[in-house]
């Protein structure tokens, strides 16, 4: 509803794709380039959210809410992994004491 009035105001689906576009190439260089896992947990979670973005602005423009349920579905799934990333982030930093994702090898049985 709120984007709606956005687009009413004028501004282009142009932008949206450009804003997301960027998010997500943030997300993309943060995964790539941290060793730190909470850090790697945000940058995943911040190209989830750029997808979240693009759907939302895509669906409004076109007028139909079917995207914005796999928006629903996608946050869903994006809180059960942090749950889950947080969790396993715990123990192995309580086994290894950092988290520093290129010591995760040891955890190999």
């Known amino acids: 509803m709120i984007l709606q009035t956005v687009f009413d105001a004028g501004v ?15 997300g993309v260089l ?27 602005a895509f669906s409004t423009y076109y007028g139909k809410a079917d995207a914005q349920i796999f928006v629903f579905f996608i ?3 994006a809180a059960a992994e942090a749950t889950v990333g947080l969790s396993i982030l715990v123990m192995a930093y309580r086994n290894l004491r950092t988290v520093d994702i290129s010591l995760f090898n040891k955890l190999k049985g």
């Open 12 to 26: 282009s689906i142009e932008y949206y794709v450009m804003l997301a576009s960027i998010l997500f190439g943030i």
């Open 30 to 56: 943060g995964v790539l380039i941290r060793k730190n896992a909470i850090i790697l947990l945000m940058c995943i979670e911040l190209m989830l959210n750029a997808a979240n973005l693009l759907l939302v």
């Open 75 to 77: 946050m869903v799934v």
